[in-house]
């Protein structure tokens, strides 16, 4: 029985680290210029803290110079503004990253606008999703970026495939359909309300799943051969992690597939890695 080739997420950051090393490298020895990143984390989320110390850890790994602000959980909105511009102002900070989410009491979007664009490693801030729209971008969201880093892996060539990308987040959902527009699919954008959603993945060649449902896409919706990337992180009933995908039936359709864990989840590190360090060399 055939089986799809499995997209190792893990290996392909690992090599993006590697080539990051080089480059801070040469940028250090050009302008000597040590890439910087500074975390801001408000409250006690204990998901947001393991996030937070394995960012920090892959920075040291690359030779990033990180910093994290720890803020209590009644930190005002005017406070984490005035943080914010602090860090905008500090010509040695080149990427800075405010770990979501937030306590209820502070607008994120207000927060993320505050962001220099220039600083704004995550590629969430509206000037740098308006550059990635008209096909210019500079700092790119950091998992759906991942995810074109995972497709090229593959060997495919994109320009003239159809790829279906299911869930229409800001995050993921939108910057990935015009990321894979940039490269020439024709793209097709899924959500809950879409009609015969199945019949329209079985016309795909590239699939790309963040809906946050977990296995919610079969294995008998895949197009045999089809590229499938699998965005999600849930728990089964079992408590076992899972993706957005039926993962076992996939496999034994698809070309390509990434595993949860394991896939996607590693690239988005890495991608913020990038991020950093294309912000220092702008800088210089």
């Known amino acids: ?13 690992a090599q993006v680290r590697a080539e990051l090393k080089s480059e801070i490298l040469a940028l250090k020895e050009e ?18 803290q393991l996030y937070v110390r394995n960012k920090v850890k892959a920075c040291e790994e690359v030779g990033i110079r990180s910093d994290r602000h720890t803020l209590p959980e009644s930190t005002s909105q005017d406070e984490l503004l005035r943080l914010i511009r602090d860090l905008n102002a500090d010509r040695d900070v080149h990427g800075i990253l405010v770990q979501l989410p937030l306590p209820k009491h502070i607008n994120e979007e207000t927060i993320l606008e505050e962001i220099s664009p220039g600083k704004d490693v995550d590629g969430f801030h509206p000037y740098n999703i308006g550059r990635l729209m008209i096909g210019n971008p500079v700092l790119q969201p950091c998992t759906p ?9 593959t060997g495919i060539d994109l320009s003239g495939r159809d790829a279906v990308v299911i869930g229409r987040s800001n995050i993921v959902g939108k910057p990935m359909s015009m990321m894979l527009l940039r490269r020439n699919a024709t793209v097709t954008i899924c ?7 199945s019949d329209r993945v079985r016309a795909a060649d590239v699939v790309v799943a963040a809906v946050g449902r977990a296995e919610f896409v079969r294995g008998d919706w895949i197009k045999d051969g089809a590229v499938v990337i699998d965005v999600g992180i849930n728990r089964n009933p079992e408590g076992k992690l899972v993706g957005d995908v039926d993962f076992e039936g996939a496999s034994r359709r698809a070309g390509f597939i990434t595993p949860v864990p394991g896939g996607v989840g590693p690239m988005t590190i890495a991608m913020l890695l990038k991020n950093t360090v294309e912000a220092a060399k702008r800088s210089a």
Do not use: Y
């Open 1 to 13: 029985m055939k089986t799809a080739a499995i997209i190792n997420g893990k290996e392909i950051a």
């Open 145 to 153: 970026f991942g995810v074109m880093r995972l497709i090229d892996s």
């Open 191 to 197: 959500h809950s309300k879409t009609r015969d959603l």
């Open 31 to 48: 302008s000597g210029i040590v890439p910087g990143l500074t975390v801001v984390l408000v409250g006690e989320n204990q998901a947001s």
